[in-house]
């Protein structure tokens, strides 16, 4: 999602900035675009981060369930 977010505000502000001729295009990127390319990308680590301690914990989860599955004599 943040991935897809992060290309589309890159390209736009790239076109807008191949466009700027005076300084107060070159205020808008350095003040309004570059930072919203560093916010998105902010979330786009965090957001990987979040799906890498997710994964973590279903899998810890899940190792938990089968060790309570084998101690309750369910064992096949």
């Given amino acids: 999602m943040f991935d897809e977010a992060f290309g589309m505000a ?5 076109k807008f900035r191949e466009g700027v001729r005076d ?19 902010s979330l786009r680590i965090l957001n990987a981060a979040f799906k890498q301690q997710a994964f973590a914990i279903d899998r810890t989860l899940n190792d938990a369930r089968e060790l309570q599955f084998k101690d309750s004599g369910w064992n096949q």
Avoid: N, Q, Y
């Fill in 10 to 14: 890159a390209m736009c502000t790239g």
């Fill in 23 to 41: 300084t107060f295009g070159a205020s808008i990127v350095a003040d309004v675009l570059d930072p919203i390319l560093k916010e998105v990308d």
